[in-house]
């Protein structure tokens, strides 16, 4: 454990790698890569930190709204040196969702792209803007440089402690509203590196090529601080791409070849996999989301080296088991291996909070170092799962072997996550409901070979009112992110209910996939 933060990190890469190469841009167009040594990177950093201190008083909170591009990495470091926390938002949101997460997180600032995907950010904030009377700033990513200019050299950096609030990531559980998971320095530093750095051996000089978003913990924590703190070279596609990663990997000589299971998938099976050099790969990593053991087994078998698997949590900064390259093929392909250094792990029945036995299905339950320092403003819904001793109820189910290894065995949570995304469905639900075609709506995750699982909807209509899956399909695109709107739709005449009157929704579930659900003709209109 060190007592660091992530401008403490990021300085000492300095010292004793100044001219290695930190970043590089992974833009399609070989010729356009930008690339920083740790010295340039740290010398941008700076600079923007005391423009910062211009603008932004030490403790405030500052949101990133942008994809994976170098300048969301020196925010991150700015940030840190200014004694900023970074408020961490994902690109694809959409109005209603980011007035949510920069008014619950009362951000002094936001710095975003102009555009990404066909989503016009700009223009969405311009919007927002009467909605946020503590938004005092909004700064382009593409005017960064002017930006960074515009502080006073003599601007001094303030001292910043390890157990200063760090980053603010939103995320939930079944409760719909996203809440803000408020992350610590030395929490975030000290996973990144018990984690990865120590479990991949990971070495100065080594590139990382990672297709994660930095909006998660698997971008701007695990992947990236892991990278800093061995003084590797982190490079980073501006999306998630199969045929740019594997151009990455050959040409940057990545150590590492790794994703959610859904990327890996799509890089295996892409065309270009086969003639792909991959010889300086040392290890395959994943997690994030159930890797299925036949992945495991299939990307091991394609690469030749073993693969290894994190269990992790954003509360938990976020990581808190892993399997090691060293663990036999059968606890790498069906096992989350143990708890990381530091990361006690307790498995309990959740209804009785009894410790279960060896072997026995119950809530996985952590304390240590990495836990949240808690939902930011919402101390109620932190009590409901950081209990009084330090616990954290992660509201996953799991099960523990006589050897410390564990196995994840479903959810307490309903939450859906697709392509190693979280989808919380009553967000979904609330938008469908609000349709006036809609009496009654259910959303489940339906299991899926490529996304891990996909979003269904149950959908009972309004009496007399017709809606095909076309116009509602339309009605969530409009009001939530391309990746929450459900795929696969069922119209039904009645909901199976449990005795207190509350869908039975692993019904729903199972009905879907034996397709016994009662299909409502007139409510299905040709779509
Ligand atoms: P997030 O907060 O976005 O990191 O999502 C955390 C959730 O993802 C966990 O609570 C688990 O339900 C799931 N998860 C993360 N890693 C794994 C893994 N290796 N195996 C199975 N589920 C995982």
Known sequence: MREQTVGSLFSEAVEHAASATAL??????????????????????????????????????????????????MLEIAAALAGLTLVTVNPALRRDELLHVLGQSEAAGVFLVREYRGNSMEKTLSVLRT??????????LEEWASFRSSGSPTERL???????????????????????????????????????????????????????????????VLTLLATFASRGTYVMPPWFDPALMLELIESERS???????????????????????????????????????????????????????IYAQTEASPG????????????????????????????????????????????????????????????????????SDGWLHTGDLASMDDRGYLRIDGRVKEMIIRGGENIYPREIEQVLVNHPAVA?????????????????AFIRLADGKVAGERQLFAHVRQRLAPHKAPRMWRFVTEFPLTGSGKIQKHRLREEFMTERTTVNPGGRPAS
């Open 158 to 220: 303030p001292t910043v402690s390890p157990s200063d609030p760090a980053q603010i990531q939103y995320t939930s559980g079944t409760t719909g509203t996203p809440k803000g998971a408020l992350l610590h320095h030395r929490g975030i530093t000290n996973n990144a590196q018990l984690s990865y750095v120590r479990n991949f051996d990971m070495r100065p000089g080594e590139s990382f090529v990672s297709p994660m978003p930095l909006f998660h913990t698997a971008g701007c």
């Open 255 to 309: 150590a590492v070849f790794g994703g959610v299971p859904t990327m890996l998938h799509a890089m295996l099976d892409h065309p270009r996999f086969d003639r792909t050099d991959l010889s300086s790969v040392r290890y395959a990593l994943s997690g994030g989301a159930t890797i299925p053991p036949s992945l495991v087994r299939r990307t091991e078998a394609a690469l030749g080296v073993p693969m290894a698997n």
């Open 24 to 73: 590089v841009e992974g833009v399609p167009d070989p010729s356009a890569r930008r690339r920083w040594t740790y010295a340039e990177l740290f010398e941008e950093s700076e600079q923007a930190a005391r423009a910062l201190l211009g603008r932004f008083r030490p403790g405030e909170r500052v949101a990133v709204w942008a994809n994976n591009i170098p300048e969301w990495i």
């Open 131 to 140: 909605d946020l009377p503590l938004l005092r700033e909004a700064v382009l």
């Open 440 to 456: 009654e709506v259910a959303v489940v995750g339906i299991p899926d070979s490529v996304w891990g699982e996909q979003v269904g």
């Open 320 to 387: 808190i088991t892993m399997t090691a390259l060293e663990d036999t093929p059968e606890d790498r392909a069906s096992t989350i291996g143990r708890p990381l250094p530091g990361c006690a792990v307790k498995i309990v029945d959740p209804r009785t909070g009894d410790l279960c036995e060896r072997g026995e299905t119950g809530e996985l339950c952590t304390r240590g170092y990495h836990v949240m320092t808690g939902y930011f403003g919402m101390p109620e819904q932190t009590a409901e799962v950081i209990d």
